[in-house]
């Protein structure tokens, strides 16, 4: 157990749809980072959040969006869904920013979003 | 462009020792990450290198060619739960201070009894 936790673990849902995912740090880590992962496809960095404020973009569509909050939980929005946003979103966290020499992500378990 | 180039898969006997090849091609460098990933779950980290060289943790070991842009993680005294997918991923700087994690699509291992 990472100590990271997000909810929910499961969703199906219909194109067209919207759908929030929550991701919630380990104690202590100031820093939240979302990925995308398809069947054969890596892990693809989304964004990342740095105590509440957007540290850095990646291949994040305009149709997602995301925030962290002052408690430091984070939530990946995801709307106008299509059959190939269905994936594993991942969320991780890190202590600092990811500047430190050792500044690991440590992974959720993730959600599997199934659009049909 | 940004690359990171692994092998799709490897297969390995339960006892014996492994070697999983990294190679990257990237704007920046500020370390290297091997994460296992089972089937379904979560990545968990294995180790990190930024130096050259060969970092060792109990049966796994980590090395590094910044030059060659090329990394290999070592797994010895194989056993049946070693069977997982193994990711290679890139720290790159974006801007001062701020980072961008590259991942390759990981090396399924199958340890066969």
């Not at chain 1, 929550?22 to 740090?25: A, F, H, L, V």
């Not at chain 1, 990342?48 to 569509?61: M, T």
């Not at chain 2, 990394?71 to 005294?77: D, H, Q």
């Given at each position: ?7 929910p673990?499961?969703?199906?849902t ?5 759908v929030?995912l929550?991701?919630?740090?380990r ?20 964004i ?14 305009e ?14 929005n ?14 991780a ?7 430190g ?9 993730g959600?599997?979003l199934?659009?049909? | ?8 898969e ?10 999983i ?12 990450f091997?994460?296992?990933q ?6 968990t ?40 997918s ?19 699509t ?8």
């Open positions: 157990d990472s100590g990271v936790t997000q909810t673990k499961h969703l199906i219909a194109t067209g749809q919207r929030t929550r991701c919630s740090p104690s202590g880590d100031l820093s939240v980072y979302w990925y995308q992962q398809s069947l054969d496809q890596g892990l693809q960095f989304l990342q959040y740095y105590n509440g404020e957007e540290r850095a973009k990646g291949n994040i569509l149709r997602f969006s995301a925030q962290q909050f002052p408690d430091l939980h984070s939530e990946l995801l709307s106008s869904l299509e059959l190939g946003d269905s994936a594993l979103y991942f969320c966290s890190s202590v600092f920013a990811g500047r020499p050792t500044d690991t992500q440590y992974f959720g378990p959600t599997r199934t659009v049909l | 462009g940004q690359n990171i180039d692994q092998p799709t490897m297969t390995a006997t339960e006892g014996a020792i492994v070697q090849n990294c190679t990257y091609q990237t704007s920046g460098f500020n370390g290297l091997w994460y296992q089972h089937a379904g779950e979560a990545p980290f294995l180790s990190y290198n930024v130096l050259d060289g060969l970092e060792e943790k109990g049966r796994f070991s980590s090395f590094l060619s910044r030059s060659k842009g090329y990394s290999y993680l070592l797994l010895k005294e194989l056993q049946m739960k070693d069977s997982a193994y990711l290679c991923a890139v720290r790159d700087p974006i801007t001062s201070g701020t980072y961008k994690y590259i991942f390759g990981g090396t399924r291992l199958k340890v066969l009894a």
